[in-house]
Nanobody, 123 residues
Framework: QVQLVESGGGLVQAGGSLRLSCVVSGRTFSTYAMGWFRQAPGKEREFVAA????????YYADSVKGRFTISRDNAKNTVHLQMNSLKTEDTAVYYC????????????????WGQGTQVTVSL
């Protein structure tokens, strides 16, 4: 069983930065591509970013491109989401997820999910 635990959320002013982390249990971390999704109140869960198994390739939603950076450390079973220039519209619960699929944008393709971490961006 694969378990994912996110951390690093919190309250930040617009223009500020946060770094989310997700630690994954198990010995098979490098066999999963990893993604970050977010869900704001009253909205569907949406794709934010994903990273390939080796970390060589990363993918972003247009709304965060140039502001967010996803990275992974396969030796530490960890994936990070560095969020800069935060906006109020980035406020949401952020979820880490793992997939063995090769299409990363669809949340239905993900096999395991974390419990989520709240990010709140204030004016």
């Amino acid at each position: 069983q694969v378990q994912l635990v996110e951390s690093g959320g919190g309250l930040v002013q617009a223009g500020g930065s946060l770094r989310l982390s997700c630690v994954v249990s198990g010995r098979t971390f490098s066999t999963y591509a990893m993604g970050w999704f977010r869900q704001a109140p009253g909205k569907e869960r949406e794709f934010v970013a994903a990273i390939s198994r080796s970390g060589a390739n990363s993918y972003y939603a247009d709304s965060v491109k140039g502001r967010f950076t996803i990275s992974r450390d396969n030796a530490k079973n960890t994936v990070h989401l560095q969020m800069n220039s935060l906006k109020t519209e980035d406020t949401a619960v952020y979820y880490c997820a793992a997939t063995r699929a090769y299409y990363y944008y669809d949340r239905a393709r993900y096999d395991y999910w974390g419990q989520g971490t709240q990010v709140t961006v204030s004016l």
